[in-house]
């Protein structure tokens, strides 16, 4: 069976600073990722996803991540945080091959003070 | 083009009461996802509908169900409404190309069992 870790449920940052959010994950197969984010009271926004090919992986609004299949892991990254990133970070696997449900991890909440 | 939508934003029931919740996908998308996001749970696979039919459930009991329109548009029902049904109710929609699909969520529907 899938799953996700996400490490650290509360990430905070200065503004300016170097954004890490940790994402590794169990799969049996080769897995599609993804991370999503959400806003308070709002629905799931994709950041960006990984399927096959480049293991770096570049996303909306300044972020990537890096699919590192010896360490089973695909970690988001920012070099620089602003503001309007704070909000609720989601960590997703799906198997390779159709339609399958996302299993996500518990998110991660990140906070930039200024 | 147009995302997601889901109707109603905020639903309030009483305990045993029955609530629907409705989503719309993007234009030409045939897979509707349901995800319940409940505090301190996460979010958790409820059904994915392709093409009309049910093809996946997750671990949730019987009186959660639904169905798909042949516009593709869902309906998720709860039947015998309980407290800890109180959750976001997130739809989504993708493609049923078999490969690379990505899930492409609505803003959600709030359930509150009082």
């Known amino acids: 069976a899938q799953s996700v870790t996400q490490l650290g449920s509360h990430v905070s940052v200065s503004e300016g600073a170097l954004v890490l959010l940790r994402c590794n994950y169990s799969?049996?197969?080769?897995?599609?990722l993804f991370w999503y984010v959400q806003y308070p009271n709002q629905g799931l926004q994709l950041l960006l996803k990984y399927t096959t090919g480049a293991t770096l992986v570049k996303g909306i609004n300044g972020f990537e991540a890096e699919f590192k299949k010896s360490e089973t892991s695909f970690h988001l990254t920012k070099p620089s945080a602003h503001m309007s990133d704070a909000a609720e970070y989601f960590c997703a696997v799906m198997r390779e091959g159709g339609s399958e449900k996302l299993v996500f991890g518990k998110g991660t909440k990140l906070t930039v003070n200024p | 083009e147009a995302g997601v939508t889901q109707s109603p934003t905020h639903l309030i029931k009483t305990r045993g009461q029955q609530a629907t919740l409705r989503c719309s996908p993007i234009s030409g998308h045939t897979s509707v996802y349901w995800y319940q996001q409940a505090l301190g749970l996460g979010l958790q696979f409820l059904l994915w509908?392709?093409?009309?039919?049910?093809?996946n459930r997750g671990n949730f009991p019987p009186r959660f169900s639904g169905r798909q329109f042949p516009n593709y548009s869902s309906e998720l029902n709860v039947n015998a409404l309980e407290l800890e049904d109180s959750a976001l109710y997130l739809c989504?929609?993708?493609?049923?190309?078999?490969?690379?699909?990505?899930?492409?969520f609505g803003p959600g529907t709030r359930l509150l069992v009082l």
């Open positions: 989504a929609s993708s493609h049923r190309t078999g490969y690379q699909e990505t899930q492409y």
């Open positions: 509908y392709d093409e009309g039919e049910e093809r």
């Open positions: 799969s049996s197969v080769p897995p599609y």
